[in-house]
């Protein structure tokens, strides 16, 4: 407890580079109550501050790799746990902790196939050699994109760690590359200056103590592996879980587990993934719902899988990312995109192509995304808005005959203007606003209009979206 509270108080005179504010008397007890607490108002001023840079960056990158890009197969999920060759659904004997009755997700065979029989997936990490690999190349392209953090994948369901692990030999330096990509990407990110995060999977389908009877032993276990991704690279800003939103933190242990992350990392943010809401929802494969009383995320994906499928599978339009990137913001969430690197260490230039379309949009117009709130108005199909202080941003997707109308502000707008620099005229009334955008001024694919208010907007008159 000492050491914690010394380093809060290190963390406060040091707030001014970003770091969260802790009070002297805030513990790890009190960070534990705030995960159990789901909506972002009723947490603690603490809780909320931590959270603040992680709202303001809106766009990063998760990264899903391990040998399985060896097979093109999709990671942890096509390996073979059915007594067929892959062809028929049979029960799944997959191992599990004890609540899904032994058939969790055998309505997804079709999703992970072409299944990789056992014996071969557990030995791709013998073939695994990213000779291409640049972890400072990487976080530069994730850094140009314009997204400010970096989520990686350290241990996926099938167990395989992707740094250098003292508690299992199951990891990268079994491979015949031998060296600690984690450690890699996390000091090259630290010095790029971006956020840095890890993906840890609490299933582990390759571990002997992962089942009903020794969950005790295996918790232990995970317990050693947190603390020991939380002590050796840095700060670590994000913990993202996978495999608990729909089961008791009580399995996991979560009071220890989330006590003993808080005494290691105190500014850390952390999903919902853990049996508890903790800082912010994680919506998957689809953009989330307008919510600004609840941190959301969604991750996506280029492909439709999480990790490399080779270049048969397409890869979605630069629109369409745009598109993803706009709609989280415009609903008061962030994008957390995925890319899944090549088995030469690589991203598919496919995926980087769309990455650095996106960057060079944001450097046109970040200003419309990073550190802005969705609304004020709630978002439709054809626009979706962001506002910061006086500030409203209104992104156009499409509009008949260059037509806008929006519903009435309580503020008065002084200035319209595309964000390319022309003005364009205004009409203002208590219940709606219109205004017309030239075609001249029309982007092909998005128009961004800034609204100048006269005082920043009044955030009790955006209506919060029920569910």
Request: glycine share 8%.
């Amino acid at each position: 407890m000492i050491k914690f509270r010394i380093i809060s108080i290190l963390l406060g005179l040091i707030s001014i580079t970003g770091g969260a504010v802790f009070a002297q008397n805030y513990s790890p007890e009190d960070a534990w109550r705030d995960a159990r607490v789901s909506l972002r108002a009723e947490k603690s001023t603490v809780a909320q501050r931590r959270s603040e840079w992680w709202r303001d960056a809106r766009f990063g990158m998760f990264i899903h790799w391990n040998p399985s890009s060896v097979a093109v197969s999709e990671i942890s999920w096509s390996k073979q746990f059915y007594s067929d060759n892959g062809e028929n659904i049979q029960v799944n004997p997959r191992p599990d902790a004890g609540f899904s009755g032994g058939k969790e997700h055998t309505e997804w065979l079709g999703w992970f196939k072409p299944a990789v029989p056992k014996e071969v997936y557990d030995n791709l990490y013998k073939s695994f050699y990213p000779g291409m690999f640049d972890a400072d190349h990487f976080v530069a392209q994730a850094k140009d994109a314009g997204m400010k953090y970096i989520v990686m994948v350290a241990k996926h369901h099938d167990g395989f760690c992707m740094w250098d692990s003292e508690f299992t030999d199951f990891d990268v330096m079994s491979t015949p590359f031998k060296r600690d990509i984690l450690g890699e990407m996390a000091a090259a990110a630290h010095k790029a200056g971006l956020k840095f995060g890890i993906y840890y999977s609490q299933r582990d389908w390759h571990h002997p103590d992962y089942k009903p009877g020794t969950m005790a032993k295996y918790n232990e276990y995970m317990r050693n592996q947190i603390k020991e991704l939380l002590s050796k690279y840095g700060e670590i800003s994000v913990l993202f879980f996978d495999s608990g939103e729909w089961k008791t933190w009580e399995l996991w242990e979560g009071d220890q587990l989330f006590r003993q992350i808080y005494q290691l990392q105190p500014n850390i943010v952390i999903n919902d993934r853990c049996g508890v809401p903790a800082d912010y929802s994680t919506p998957e494969q689809s953009v989330g719902q307008f919510d600004n009383q609840r941190d959301w995320e969604s991750c996506m994906t280029f492909t439709g899988f999480w990790s490399w499928h080779g270049f048969q599978t397409p890869v979605i339009s630069y629109k369409e990312c745009l598109r993803y990137l706009i709609n989280c913001a415009g609903g008061d969430g962030n994008l957390l995109m995925n890319i899944g690197p090549m088995p030469t260490g690589q991203i598919d230039p496919r995926e980087a192509s769309r990455l650095n379309r996106i960057g060079e949009w944001l450097k046109k117009y970040g200003e419309s995304i990073y550190g802005t709130r969705g609304g004020p108005f709630l978002p439709d199909s054809n626009r979706i808005s962001t506002y910061k202080q006086n500030q409203v941003f209104v992104h156009v997707f499409k509009s008949e005959n260059g037509e806008i109308i929006l519903p009435g502000l309580k503020e008065k707008i002084v200035k319209a203007e595309v964000l390319s620099g022309s003005e364009i005229r205004v009409n203002q009334t208590p219940t709606k606003i219109s205004f017309h955008i030239p075609v001249d001024y029309q982007d092909r694919l998005l128009t961004t209009v800034k609204l100048t208010l006269d005082k920043s907007v009044d955030e009790k008159q955006i209506p919060i979206q029920k569910k």
